[in-house]
């Protein structure tokens, strides 16, 4: 394994002067064994590519490193483009550094070949690209697994289960098509600065074989029925035409809400109203 004599993160921030800014979510980590941990969390990277966003100082990204992976980052933030300049130098060939906005990148384009991705998101748009990772059209996707640092409340929001607060649309869209669990909770204390919240990070993997559903319906059933969550089905599914005739046909009953249906339950609900149209 590649593992040259870095400076501490610290005095990387201090050198290039990376005062954190809360406008770009920057909470930076560190804890090199908690980096180490995070990092071998999706399994061995040795000569895997890796997208990761949001590098910063690169805490995370020379944990990549050291585990093996070729790191294709992006960062907004042009302040942090030296000290992740050094870090290319220390790993020759093995880091790209992309200077952009990552709602505006299309990591299967610039990697080419499978990769993994690995980030500790920025909170500011962190659901919106996890929403676009597994919402796409393609699956299996381009990625093979996703490993990301989430405020707690999103984590937990992503691997609910059916009968709790969290469950709703985030858990149905994720665990449609991935198996997805919490790899490990992180304290606030961990951060500079520590965010009001605690994190968790996420792991998750494509299932091989997902039931077959057009997301464009699942999407609309799931809308109407957690947008009114207190609302019996037969209420909230009003206004999806043919909702509540495929109810009776899958024998899902109209007085539930829609904590208690299960992910299956919904899959098969929107192919039912499918075949009705
Ligand atoms: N990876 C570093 C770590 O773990 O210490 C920093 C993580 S910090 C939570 C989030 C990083 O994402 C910051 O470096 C921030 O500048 C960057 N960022 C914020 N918005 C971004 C965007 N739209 N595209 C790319 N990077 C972004």
Known sequence: MNNPALPPLREVIAKHGL?????????????EQLLDRIAAIPGSLKDQNV???????????????RAGAKVTAVERDRRCLP??????????????????????VDPAAEIGDPFHIASNLPYNVGTALAVGWLGGENWPPEWKSLTLMFQREVADRIVARPGTDAYGRLAILAQWRCEARIAMPV?????????????????????????????AMLETLTAAAFGQRRK???????PVPK????LELVGIA????????TIEEWIELARKIDTLR
């Open 187 to 215: 304290h606030r204390s961990a951060f500079t600065p520590p965010p009001k919240v605690m994190s968790a990070v996420v792991h998750l993997v494509p299932k091989e074989q997902p039931v077959g559903v057009r997301m």
């Open 254 to 261: 109209a007085d539930r809400r829609p904590e208690t249906v």
């Open 83 to 104: 000290a992740l300049e050094e870090l290319s130098t220390a790993f020759p060939g093995q880091l790209r550094v992309i200077e952009g906005d990552a709602m505006k």
């Open 51 to 65: 997208y990761e966003v949001g590098p910063g100082p690169g805490g995370l990204t020379r944990a990549l490193l």
């Open 232 to 238: 019996m089905l037969r209420q909230s599914l009003k």
């Open 19 to 31: 005062s954190a800014s809360k406008a770009l979510g920057q909470n930076f980590l560190f804890d």
């Open 243 to 246: 909702a509540l005739d495929a």
